[in-house]
């Protein structure tokens, strides 16, 4: 896969090891992840990302 075509992974798990095994792992095999241990850390961290995107319009 190209570096402008890196397919993007988002993993969520409660248990950190697991998480970060998962994370670890994926990003060797070139994919872009982001790894969070609960959905309302995912949550908070997208919907700043979105409310950036919209004030930048």
């Known amino acids: 896969m190209s ?3 890196v397919a ?5 798990d409660d248990e950190a090891e697991l998480k970060n095994a ?4 994926l990003s060797a095999q ?3 992840v982001r790894g969070f241990t609960n959905a309302r850390t995912r949550s908070r961290h997208f919907s700043r ?3 950036t ?3 930048a319009t």
């Open 49 to 51: 990302k979105l409310s």
């Open 3 to 5: 570096e402008t075509n």
């Open 30 to 32: 070139s994919f872009e």
């Open 22 to 25: 998962l994370v670890e792992a």
């Open 53 to 55: 995107l919209s004030s």
């Open 8 to 12: 993007k992974i988002l993993v969520v």
